[in-house]
C-alpha cells in the first residue's frame, strides 16, 4: 500500500476520483462543512439536518473540484471515533469500495489529531484491501481501482508516521490472513518455516527452526506424538526480535496445527473444512515479530510455533495412550481431539526453560467450549496474573480485538486428574471445557508467575466480510502491539 501523503486539502481533492469519509456522529457537523459544502453542489446538497440525521452506514454523494467529477463515499458510526471502531469503520470501507469504485481513492481523517486512531484506520484500510481469492485465476485488467495506493492529507509529521505504521500492520495482517487462509493442502511446517526465514532475513530478526531431530533429541515428545500421523515431520519454529535497549523479555507461543482432523477421535465432517485455521495462534504470533521487526519497537519478543498436523494414520496416537514430554511429565491421551494442549505443553515447557521469560503469552485456537461460554465477540483470557490480565484487557478494549477473563481456580485441575499417569488431556466432566484446557497448560508452565492463555477459537477465524464464508480475521496482531508497545519494555 503506497501513501501518497499531500499537504492540503485541494491538492487531495485535484488527485482522486473518489473520497472516502470515515466519520462518526460527533464529526457530522465538521465533515458537511469541509467536505460536502466545498465538493457537492447546493441544488444536490441535503440540509445538515437531513444530513446529520443519516442512519447509514454507507452514503455516496457526487460532487466536482475543478472541473471533475468526485464520488464521495461517507461512511457515519453513531458512537465516537476511538482506535477500535475506526479500524473497523476503515476495513469495512476498504472492502466496499475495492469493488464499487474507480480511479484514484482518497482517505480523509481530518479533523482527526490522535495518532493511534489514524494508525488504525490505515491497519484497517489495507488489512479491507485483502484479497480472499488465493486461488482464483484473476483477470488482471479487471481491476476497477488501484489497491495498492491511497491518497490523504497529512501536515503533521508525526501523524504521517502513524499512518505509515498502520500501512505497516495492515500488511502484516494480510500475511497472517493468508497463512490461515491457505488449504491444508498448501502448507506444511516447512513452509510456514520457510515463510518466517524469508520475514526474518527481509527484515533482520532471526529464526531457528528445531526440526524432527532436534525435537526428539530435546524430548518433545506431546508434539511429536500429535505428529505421529502425519505424513509432514512436525517443526518448532522460533523467530526473536531484539532491540538493543529493550530490558523485559517476553515470549509468545502459537498453537500450529495445520489442520486438526482431530486424529483417531475423529471430528464430524460439519464444518471440518474450517480445520485450516487451527495454526491462528502460531500465525499471529509469528506475524507479531515480524511487525515489531518492520516498526523496530523496543522489545525483545520471541515467538514459538509448535507446528504439525493432526491427522488419522495407522501410526496415529490412539485414545488411552500414556505419552511423555518435554517437561517430563506423562499425559493420558483420553481424546486424541485435544491435540493443541499437547503440542502447546510442550512449546510453553521450552519457551520457558529456554528463554526464561518475564512475560510469556500463548495464543491458540483451543477449545470449541470457549465459543459456547462466550462466542465470537471476545477471546477468553486465562491468567492468575491480575496485573497482566488488566494489561492485556486494556490493549484489547482499545484495539477491539477483546479478551474476556475467565476462571482458573484450582478445582478445576481435580477434572484433569489421571489415574494412569502425571495428567489426562481432556476433563472427565462434560463442562468448563477451555476451563480444563487453560488448567492443562498450567500444569506445564512450570509455575511461571506471568503467564496468560488466550483462547482465541472464536475469534481467529469468522465471517468478517471478505467472503461468504468464515476467513482469516489476523487477531492478535493488534492486540500484541498493542501490549507490547505499553508494557513490553
Ligand atoms: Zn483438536
Known sequence: MKLHALSSPEELLEKI????????????????????????HEDTLPSFADFSSLKGPFTVFYGHWKGHKIKVVYYTDNGQLTEASMYSLAKKMAIKIKSDCQGNIGLWLQPIEQEEVVQSAFAGWTAGHYDLGLYKHHDKNNGKQNAAEVFTYISDESILQAAQTGISVGIVQREVMNLVNAPSNQKSPASLGAWASRSAAQFNYTVTILDK???????????????????HPAKC????????????????VGKGVLFDTGGISMKGPRNLHHMKSDMAGAAAVLGTVEACARLKLKVHVTAIAPTTDNSVDRLSINPGDVISSFAGKTIEVIDTDAEGRLV?????????KEYQPDVIIDLATLTGSIIGAIGMQAAGLFSKNDQLIESLRSAGTATGERLWPMPMYDEYHEDMQSDIADIRNLSDKPYAGSVTAAKFLEYFTDKHTSWAHLDIAGVGFQPNGFGKGHCATAYGVRLLLKWLTANGN
Do not use: F, W
Open 237 to 252: 519454529i522460533i523467530t526473536q526480535y531484539s532491540h538493543p535497549e529493550a530490558t523485559k523479555k517476553v515470549v509468545l
Open 344 to 352: 502447546l505443553a510442550d512449546a510453553l515447557a521450552y519457551g520457558i
Open 213 to 231: 531431530e532436534n525435537l526428539t533429541a530435546l524430548g518433545m515428545d506431546a508434539l511429536l506424538a500429535v505428529n505421529r500421523g502425519s505424513e
Open 17 to 40: 476520483d473518489v473520497l472516502c469519509v470515515p466519520s462518526s456522529k460527533e464529526k457530522a457537523e465538521i465533515i458537511y462543512k469541509d467536505v460536502l459544502t466545498r465538493l457537492v
